[in-house]
Nanobody, 116 residues
Framework: VQLQACGGGLVQPGGSLRLSCAASGSISRINVMGWYRQAPGKQRELVATITSGGGTNYADSVKGRFTISRDNAKNTVYLQMNSLKPEDTAVYYC???????????WGQGTQVTVSS
């Protein structure tokens, strides 16, 4: 299974970015798709997840600013990030959990930098 994430970059505070991550390869039932992030010197943390039924979960720090969505036909998950803050600067990783054993797969990460 390969996860290809894209959409990161440099944006000014208050700006927006949209990340996407497409899964390919030996895809079985995808249960949960999500985004995590890791800032320098910090542990990787949950940003948002979405289930196959569309249920979502967000970190408190991004609620009301970020929106996660998925296209099941394309095995793709998106993260719309609005009102970005410098503290959102991190490498963002996509994650999928699939199959009966809920196996976890990670993408390679995409850098998001929020700076003036």
């Amino acid at each position: 299974v390969q996860l290809q994430a894209c959409g990161g970059g440099l944006v000014q505070p208050g700006g927006s970015l949209r990340l996407s991550c497409a899964a390919s390869g030996s895809i079985s039932r995808i249960n949960v798709m999500g985004w995590y992030r890791q800032a320098p010197g910090k542990q990787r943390e949950l940003v948002a997840t979405i289930t196959s039924g569309g249920g979502t979960n967000y970190a408190d720090s991004v609620k009301g600013r970020f929106t996660i969505s998925r296209d099941n036909a394309k095995n793709t998950v998106y993260l719309q990030m609005n009102s970005l803050k410098p503290e959102d600067t991190a490498v963002y990783y996509c994650n999928v959990r699939m199959g009966g054993y809920n196996l976890s797969y990670w993408g390679q990460g995409t850098q998001v930098t929020v700076s003036s």
